[in-house]
């Protein structure tokens, strides 16, 4: 018997090496593959028969092939092992078919239980395949001891309903005295074995999908800086050997819709990049846009003499449903070019295309993000324009040297101003040069309304800033901080770093600001008499824009007199706008 057995487990063992086996095996079924479940476990249960151990008044015979019984004679077998399976695996449908296969050829074989055995294959299908989806609609999967008592179970039922119908009587008692415990026994440590393999296949695929998973997730995680590049020779030469060292692939390249951007590993002799696409491979899959698989050189479209590459699939790389690129995965054996590796490249393909999309996406949001910054600093332009040229216009009047002066300072100031609107970054140097500008011009005006003291840390002036975020704010201070006032106002600007940040401090002794102004200062644009009130407002945006949450405006004021207002940006050691704060900007 534990030869039979072990015939059984070799085919099992055999059949789980298969990949549309082990497909079938572990999923929900389909009238097609529960056919085939009833065919293959049913021809367990009819092997079982032929090769059985046929039992004739106690003696036990020789094992050969059987094809008859004397009608005196019963059999020993494992053949309510197979069916037993199949119903646990396949559910009732496959448990009655596989029942129904064994038993009719078991009761075709004759011996005098040949009906009590039929009947219990085919109710040990049935019960088996019940039990099963039992078990699996509360969620469990069909573990190995289960499988082990319900096959014991269904095997001593079998020696009941032995000794239920088989007649005489006494004879079917002695049959069951001598076969009972060894096929109950055997039949449940074949069951044990097959389960053993079929678990053992299932946890392999488990452990393989995960490991393939977990490379994907590698192969996302590293390759995604790189796509935020775009498709360029830099780039995808970093992603085509990341792709080469994660993966089964012997050469991997990378093109857009005309020319081969990478390629590294086996072939880069010839297949050079930076060139144009030289396979009618690459460009069949530009064209028609569907997945190519290369098995042969040939079909690779190689014409050059000593290529090693002898497989390889293309597929296509599409930003919304366009074909921008391709990626190639080239083996110099056709047998490594598996389905495994088909689906790996495709969902790698479907990958990458995402990436693209998600940095195309973050481009067009910096070019939005860069065009809301250019119209928020070209509101700023007429605002200093319009009372540049009043003042001018004033001292065209009385003072026509002063007046040319003024057009001169103003020149210089509109100068920093055309570099400014063109770049999101200036050096500190350039912003105040602006600011001595516009003091200028202002101090001409009204030459006993305010000073201006500059306290700067050394070593800043080529620190990069937005431009037009100090002018106006000493702009705010001269006309609303001191409007009417007697005195002299004083206005102290102050520059410095500390603790990895960059810190702008203008502050001035004049009236202060009102409580219920304060609280929409920088948020929105607040109306006032003497402009459109937009400059706080555009400062905040512009450092929104730039820094993300990184830099920020403060504003403290007090009724009885003096604002101070406090820009914060974030510096790297070497006195720079931060990395981190880089990568925010750049996207």
Not at 365 to 383: S, V
Request: proline letters at 3%; charged letters at 20%; glycine letters at 8%.
């Amino acid at each position: 018997m534990i030869e039979k057995v072990g015939i059984i487990v070799i085919v099992a063992f055999l059949l789980s090496q298969i990949k549309s086996f082990r497909q079938i095996i572990e999923k929900e079924h389909s009238l097609n593959e529960k056919l085939l479940l009833i065919l293959l476990f049913g021809t367990f249960g009819v092997i079982s028969n032929y090769t059985g151990i046929e039992i004739y008044q106690s003696t036990v015979s020789k094992a050969e092939w059987l094809k008859e019984l004397n009608p005196e004679s019963a059999l020993a077998n494992t053949r309510v092992m197979g069916v037993v399976i199949g119903g646990l695996l396949g559910g009732p449908t496959v448990g009655l078919g596989a029942g129904l296969m064994a038993g009719i050829h078991r009761y075709s074989l004759g011996g005098f239980t040949d009906l009590s055995c039929s009947l219990s294959t085919i109710i040990a299908g049935v019960a088996a395949g019940y039990f099963g989806m039992k078990r699996k609609q509360k969620g469990k999967n069909i573990s190995t001891g289960f499988a082990v008592g319900i096959g014991m179970s269904l095997e001593a039922l079998q020696m009941i309903l032995i000794l239920v119908f088989a007649k005489p009587f006494e004879q079917a008692l002695n049959l069951v005295q001598i076969i009972g415990v060894p096929m109950i026994l055997i039949n449940g440590f074949g069951t044990l074995l097959f389960m053993f393999i079929i678990q053992s296949t299932l946890r392999d695929q488990v452990r393989a999908r995960a490991n393939q998973t977990n490379m994907v997730f590698q192969i996302a995680d590293r390759t995604l800086p790189f796509f935020r590049q775009g498709l360029n020779v830099h780039s995808c030469k970093e992603i085509s050997q990341i792709m080469l060292e994660l993966t089964e692939a012997d050469g991997v390249a990378i093109t857009n819709d005309t020319d081969v951007l990478a390629h590294v590993g086996a072939g880069s002799d010839h297949h050079i990049s930076d060139r144009r696409i030289g396979t009618n491979l690459t460009r069949k899959v530009l064209e028609e846009g569907n997945i190519a698989v290369a098995k042969t050189k040939k079909d690779i479209y190689c014409f050059h003499e000593n290529c090693p590459l002898e497989a390889a699939v293309v597929l296509p790389l599409k930003v919304k449903q366009k074909i921008v690129g391709t990626l190639k995965m080239y083996y110099t054996y056709p047998e490594k070019l598996d389905k495994v590796q088909e689906q790996l490249a495709a969902g790698l393909a479907n990958l990458f295309s995402t990436q693209l999309e998600l940095a195309e996406a973050e481009r067009q949001t910096k070019l939005l993000k860069d065009a809301e910054i250019k119209a928020l600093q070209a509101q700023i332009h007429p605002h200093f324009l319009f009372n540049s040229i009043n003042t001018i216009s004033v001292l065209c009047r009385t003072d026509a040297n002063k007046a040319r002066q003024l057009l001169l300072q103003l020149s210089s100031f509109f100068r920093g101003n055309l570099q400014g609107a063109r770049q999101l970054l200036i050096p500190l140097e350039k912003e105040i040069e602006n600011v001595n500008a516009y003091t200028s011009l202002e101090q001409t005006r009204f030459p006993d309304k305010f000073k201006i003291n500059f306290e700067m840390q050394q070593g800043l002036e080529k620190v990069l800033i937005p431009p037009f975020i100090l002018q106006p704010l000493v702009e705010n201070a001269i006309n609303y901080g001191f409007p009417k006032n007697n005195r002299i106002g004083e206005i102290e600007i102050r520059i410095f770093s500390e603790s990895k940040y960059f810190h702008i401090v203008v502050s001035d002794n004049g009236k202060g600001i009102e409580k219920d102004r304060m609280e929409w200062l920088g948020k929105k644009v607040v109306p006032s008499q003497k402009g459109n009130g937009t400059a706080l407002f555009n400062i905040c945006e512009r450092l929104k824009g730039i820094y993300s949450e990184y830099a920020h405006l403060t504003i403290e004021s007090k009724n009885e007199g003096g604002t101070e207002i406090s820009i914060t940006i974030p510096l790297n050691s070497k006195g720079v706008l931060d990395q981190d704060v880089k990568s925010v900007y750049s996207g």
